[in-house]
């Protein structure tokens, strides 16, 4: 037995043997620092905090001044012109709130329908001026562009001259500027004559007189200058 035990213990020493662990000196222990910790957790919950107001913000909304019918340039806007929207982001429109000053101010420029109404397009300057007027008259197809006129539409108004039936050899006259520059105010369609039209046009105070006479006597004619 004590032979086996010898032989054992060779076979150990020998090239079959198992490592030894050796005992060394110490790893060395990292030193904590919980000032870096603390600035991680400053620097992850800021982050968090900055992402939570941005997100919020992008999707806040704000009631906005939006136009719900067509208005004319030249034409006081009505409360029932306008509504307000809820709109989210940075844009530019009249608030909400504001939405009773814009009543009864003029449009500078066509409004259309969804529109979100910015201060630019109205002015609280009257309709009309003192050196202007409004008249009406009626014409017939030829005596306007055949597509029509609509409001904003900037025309000069000539008066025709009267037929003469005498003599179809005579030279007709040539028509006479009444009016350089008008503003078609508003245009509806005549019930009185088929393919008539009623347009209000927005004269110089000083050739109202003389468009409303020759309108009365069919001899107005409206040339489209500017739309």
């Not at 309709?127 to 017939?140: K, R, W």
């Not at 500027?177 to 000083?206: E, F, H, I, Q």
């Amino acid at each position: 037995m004590t032979s086996l035990k010898n032989d054992a213990a060779a076979s150990m020493t020998g090239h079959g043997a198992l490592p030894v662990a050796r005992v060394g000196a110490p790893l060395p222990i990292r030193q904590k620092r919980p000032g870096y910790a603390a600035l991680a957790v400053v620097l992850i919950v800021g982050l968090a905090a900055l992402g939570a107001y941005f997100y919020s913000q992008a999707g806040k909304k704000v009631p906005v001044v939006v136009v719900t019918t067509r208005v004319p340039v030249g034409h006081t806007i009505e409360r029932s012109d306008l509504s307000t929207v809820q709109i989210a982001g940075n844009v530019t429109a009249i608030g909400g709130a504001n939405l009773d000053s814009v009543v009864g101010q003029t449009a500078v420029v066509e409004l259309l329908p969804n529109t979100l109404l910015q201060r630019a397009m109205v002015t609280s300057a009257p309709a009309l001026t003192s050196s202007a007027a409004q008249v009406g008259v009626a014409v017939s197809p030829g005596q306007i562009p055949a597509d029509g006129l609509n409001p904003g539409d900037m025309v000069q108004v000539l008066q025709l001259p009267v037929k003469n039936n005498a003599s179809s050899s005579a030279a007709t006259p040539a028509p006479s500027m009444l009016a350089d520059s008008a503003t078609v105010y508003s245009s509806t369609n005549d019930p009185s004559r088929s393919g008539g039209t009623l347009l209000t046009l927005v004269v110089p105070k000083s050739a109202a007189g003389a468009v409303a006479v020759a309108s009365n006597a069919g001899l107005i004619a409206l040339i489209l200058v500017g739309r």
